[in-house]
């Protein structure tokens, strides 16, 4: 999915930022460089990987001024509404809210499916 930028209109993205309309601008995708882009989505990958994370996270990066990008968090949960960033990632790759959740619980069952039969099988 593409990369939501965050700015912030007050010094900090802190939680008045983030959850009071108006204060923040959420730029999807992010206008950077395409090579950074690319830099950024693998080093959220390995963070996901890494981790063990299965079908979806948020990983949250704070790029330098030098194009260097940190791993702040991995979101394993990642919010879900209206103002979420998922949400918002999936809309700028023309994936509607329900065509979304279909894909999730889709996820979800085809692990349970394949569970279900590894129980089968060994028993």
């Known amino acids: 999915m593409p990369i939501v930028e965050i700015i912030p209109k007050r010094e ?5 930022a983030k959850y ?3 204060l923040t601008d ?3 995708p992010a206008q ?11 080093l959220a990958l390995e963070a996901h990987q890494a ?3 299965r079908d979806f996270s948020r990983v949250d990066i704070i790029l330098s001024d030098e194009g260097i990008g940190y791993v702040l968090e ?6 879900f509404t209206a103002t979420s960033l ?6 700028a790759d023309n994936i509607s809210f ?3 959740c279909f894909c999730l619980i889709e996820m979800a069952y085809g692990k349970k499916k394949i569970e279900n039969q590894n129980i089968a099988v060994s028993n």
């Open 51 to 53: 981790l063990g994370c």
């Open 20 to 22: 009071q309309k108006g």
């Open 86 to 91: 998922l949400p918002k990632a999936a809309k």
């Open 74 to 79: 991995v979101n394993t949960i990642p919010g």
């Open 12 to 16: 900090f993205f802190d939680f008045t």
């Open 26 to 28: 959420y730029i999807v």
């Open 98 to 100: 329900n065509q979304l």
């Open 32 to 42: 950077i460089d395409d090579e950074i882009k690319v830099r950024m989505q693998n």
